[in-house]
């Protein structure tokens, strides 16, 4: 027998209904170990929310895309957003993970979630329609009674868009991880993101090095505003003096790529 209910809406208004009574359901990769905890899911997968488009210079995604697909969009995302799809995990998973259930899901080794904070991307959520930066959204889904749905994740189109990681193998997730965007002068924010990742329950903006870049561009000042970000970053994988030197290392890597 089936140990919680099972919703299948066919609208998003249905959806939304739904959603103080159980949990969303996408490609089900996180959730399904969980199930035994869920009183309600809610598969998302009738509502239509795989679309991908650009509209002027911004590029919108559907939050039930999955990985495969969003790798699949040659000619629509910028390269390095879709070889960190390729990293976050292997090709069965890719092809049912969704955007929406790693926002939700995923953790600070994320390559993902990183280079989506570089871009300074936003979320559309329900019930209201607002958009909410991901930096933001990232705390909040934390915090309990959030009973939100993603729909789809918002993204201005960058100028360049460069990634790093350090991990113990070439498949497996990053110890370190960075990830900056160059954005045109005329956009909203600072030019220059920089997101850290590879510790912690998820990556991490770093607005002190932005400053500096938009400033006098001082690469080495930069360099250590991330590093300094890592200083007491230790777990299992890597003691805090290993993941913030490899940070200021991968950083100034990024930023001799990015203004050479
Ligand atoms: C073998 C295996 C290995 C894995 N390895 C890793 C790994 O290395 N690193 C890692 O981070 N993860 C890993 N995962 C977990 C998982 O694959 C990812 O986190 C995945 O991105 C989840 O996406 P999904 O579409 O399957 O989400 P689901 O499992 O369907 O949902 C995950 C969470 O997101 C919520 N959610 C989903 N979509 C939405 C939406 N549109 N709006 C609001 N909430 C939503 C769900 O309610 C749930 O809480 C692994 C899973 C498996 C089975």
């Known amino acids: 027998m089936c140990p919680f209910e099972f919703f299948r809406p066919k609208t998003l208004a249905e959806a939304i209904e739904l959603l103080e009574q159980g949990v969303p359901l996408a490609g089900g990769t996180a959730l399904t170990p969980r199930r035994g905890e869920i009183p309600a899911v809610i598969d998302l997968r009738e509502l239509g929310l795989d679309n991908l488009e650009i509209q002027d210079n911004t590029i919108l995604i559907g939050a039930g895309l999955t990985l495969q697909k969003m790798v699949d969009a040659v000619h629509i995302l910028p390269v390095a957003l879709r070889e960190v799809c390729i990293k976050e995990s292997g090709w069965n998973l890719r092809n049912m993970a969704t955007l929406g259930g790693v926002i939700m899901s995923g953790d600070g080794r994320s390559p993902l979630l990183t280079v989506l904070l570089a871009l300074r991307a936003q979320a559309v959520i329900e019930p209201g329609g607002n958009t909410v930066p991901l930096v933001d959204l990232l705390q909040q889904r934390e915090e309990a009674g959030f009973h939100h749905l993603i729909t ?29 965007a160059h954005f045109p002068e005329e956009n909203a924010g600072y030019p220059f993101q920089v997101a850290l ?64």
């Open 152 to 180: 789809a994740i918002r993204l201005d189109n960058p100028l360049a868009l460069v990634y790093e990681q350090i991990s113990r193998t070439p498949a497996d997730r990053p110890i370190v991880c960075a990830a900056i």
């Open 197 to 260: 990742g590879g510790f912690g329950s998820h990556p991490i903006r770093v607005e002190e090095a932005e400053s500096i870049l938009e400033g006098d561009g001082d690469i080495d000042a930069a360099v250590e505003a991330c590093r300094k970000v890592y200083i007491e970053a230790g777990d299992a994988w890597a003691s805090p003096e290993y993941r913030s030197h490899s940070t200021g290392v991968l950083v100034r890597r990024l930023l001799m790529e990015l203004l050479s």
